[in-house]
């Protein structure tokens, strides 16, 4: 498994979420730029030597990584065109979205199914900004999707 926040836990990602025809049909018709924040990162969690030894191989970008961890988050920029996911990356500061979603690495690990993305979401430990009716409409494919990304992050 890739390591977090490297091109190819990115692209791992990516290719997983549009291998699965059931994932691109949940979100399909959706043509949306997503900022999605997470804080709170197990980055901290990084031995020392490991740390040192992922930045001098060069396997994350240094300044993105320095970023996450001085500020325990970082900001990922999702696009899908009708389900597919056609870019998923750091976000770049400026950059325009139609949607926003915020939260904590440990709530999201904690989503299995709809229910508890909705209730995670209707107690504030994860913040949507956006179409609420399209959310809501589309919550199988964002639940799919933090599945994913839970599931392929791995710090070790």
Known sequence: ?????????????RDAWNSDPSNIKSLEGV???????????????????????ILEEGMIDEALFRRAKEKDRVELLLEWKDGRLVDFRPARGGEEYTARMRGKYSVFER??????????????????????????????????????????????
Do not use: C, H, Q
């Open 1 to 13: 498994m890739p390591l977090v926040l490297t091109k190819e836990w990115f692209e791992s990602i």
């Open 111 to 156: 989503i299995k199914t709809e229910e508890d993305f909705l209730w995670a979401s209707m107690d504030r430990e994860i913040d949507f900004r956006g179409r609420l009716f399209e959310f809501t409409r589309r919550l199988d494919g964002y639940t799919k999707f933090t599945l994913i990304m839970v599931s392929k992050t791995d710090l070790i």
């Open 31 to 53: 043509n949306e730029k997503v900022l999605w924040i997470v804080e709170e990162l197990p980055l901290s969690k990084l031995p020392p030597e490991m740390e040192k030894a």
